[in-house]
């Protein structure tokens, strides 16, 4: 059986590995739709859809002709121009199928309700697309806009759907004072959590950037603990992820410059003390995957006892602790990190996600990804991963989630 109603035509061949599963055999529970005692899941990280005139119709004048924009040159080249980006060559794409649907899904609440049902999805957590780049500029001033618009708008597309589709609103970390201003402003209107960039200045390592794991960012810390919102840092945020070209481009890129940058701001509240003086913090580094969690907590433990003529101030707790009271990671697909969970205790610290409608995602078939992974997993661990952890985190309400979801089959049937 199929994890999700797709008809086989929009299942094309480069996809067909998706539909490999070896069952549930053994399983109380399973990950598919018409399970009415279905696991509670809850995706972690998915992305909206923003319209590409967003930040044009909006932003004050004096920012518009800096936004990201597509340039033609005279030879009839196109070319992705972002202002913290390296320019980018577009080429034409021929997506068929089942990728060319995900091109195309994510815009409209409604048909997204739909989609992520037949994927068995109760709710979501809901990212920028577009807006991946608002903050992908030195100028703290232009990012903060930025960030207001899609936030203004995010809340207007998805808050009378916030029981299910919550998006999280974007800080511009480098703008602190208005970066606390936005916190309070977002806490009010209704945000589950924020998402803030994986460094608050854009760009390569500088020394003399303010970075987290600083006490000048404490009155942000302080904002944020006051108003119980967790916060998420997403792959891609900070610098530039395309910084290899051409042989082993993409699969060098989404290695080394946007998955692996995700550890730094994990460090940095780990291993600083910020955790230590705000211990309300919530944290999550999202669409990173989770085989590195083991490792670097081992890494920065590693560092606080062999380095501890270095390594300030002392803490309470060692770094990993931290992470294992505070922190949590999200992942679409990454069986090394699930058969490292119950090993290292971290099942209580991982966050499934389809990343609906992401290509790198399991959308739509994220049944046969769950049983193709999640089979050495107790029962116990794979409901929190599944599902759990995140309304933990976000805090949704487990008995209406689940009530609809049987609400729902009871209706078809």
């Given at each position: 059986?199929?994890g ?6 929009e ?12 069952g ?9 739709p018409d399970?009415?005692d279905?696991y ?29 924009r ?14 913290g ?8 794409s021929h997506?068929?199928g ?21 994927d ?42 916030n ?9 511009a970390?480098a ?18 959590g ?16 303010p970075?987290?794991?600083?006490p ?5 810390w ?6 119980d ?91 990993s602790e ?27 610290n991982?966050?499934w ?35 759990l ?14 009530t609809q ?9």
């Amino acid at each position: 059986m199929s994890g999700a109603n797709i008809s086989e035509n929009e299942i094309n061949e480069p996809n067909r590995w998706r539909l490999e599963t070896p069952g549930h055999s053994g399983w109380k529970r399973t990950a598919r739709p018409d399970d009415p005692d279905k696991y509670l899941m809850i995706s972690a990280d998915c992305h909206c859809n923003e319209p590409s005139n967003l930040w044009v119709d909006r932003i004050d004048r004096k920012f518009r002709d800096r936004l990201p924009r597509i340039e033609v040159d005279e030879n009839g080249v196109k070319w992705a121009i972002s202002e913290g980006w390296a320019r980018s060559r577009l080429l034409d794409s021929h997506l068929e199928g089942e990728d060319h649907l995900r091109s195309k899904a994510g815009a409209d609440p409604e048909q997204r309700l739909k989609d992520q049902i037949r994927d068995g999805v109760d709710a979501e957590i809901i990212f920028p697309n577009k807006g991946l780049t608002m903050w992908a500029t030195p100028d703290a001033d232009f990012a903060h806009a930025q960030c207001r618009i899609y936030n203004d708008w995010a809340w207007e597309t998805f808050a009378k759907y916030n029981d299910r589709m919550s998006p999280l609103a974007a800080i511009a970390t480098a703008d602190l004072p208005g970066s606390i201003k936005e916190v309070e402003r977002v806490a009010q209107l209704g945000f589950r959590g924020l998402t803030l960039p994986c460094k608050p200045i854009f760009g390569a390592h500088d020394a003399r950037h303010p970075n987290y794991n600083l006490p000048i960012f404490d009155p942000l810390w302080e904002v944020i603990q006051a108003a119980d919102l967790p916060i998420t840092f997403h792959v891609s945020t900070g610098r530039d992820p395309r910084a290899a070209r051409k042989d082993g481009g993409a699969v060098i890129n989404y290695v080394s410059h946007s998955l692996v940058p995700t550890i730094e701001p994990v460090a940095n509240l780990c291993g600083s003390g910020v955790l230590e003086r705000f211990p309300g913090i919530k944290f999550a580094a999202i669409e990173s995957g989770i085989g590195w969690v083991a490792w670097a907590l081992g890494a920065m433990d590693e560092a606080y006892h062999k380095h501890h003529m270095w390594a300030l101030p002392r803490l309470k707790m060692l770094p990993s602790e931290y992470f294992r009271a505070n922190g949590y990671a999200s992942f679409q697909e990454d069986p090394v990190g699930l058969d490292l969970a119950v090993k290292y205790n971290l099942t209580n610290n991982f966050l499934w996600a389809n990343d609906y409608p992401h290509h790198e995602g399991s959308w739509p078939h994220s049944t046969e990804a769950i049983e193709r992974e999640m089979g050495g997993l107790p029962e116990d661990a794979r409901a929190k991963i599944l599902g759990l952890n995140a309304a933990k985190l976000f805090k949704f309400d487990i008995e209406a989630l689940t009530t609809q979801h049987r609400s729902r089959l009871s209706a078809a049937n």
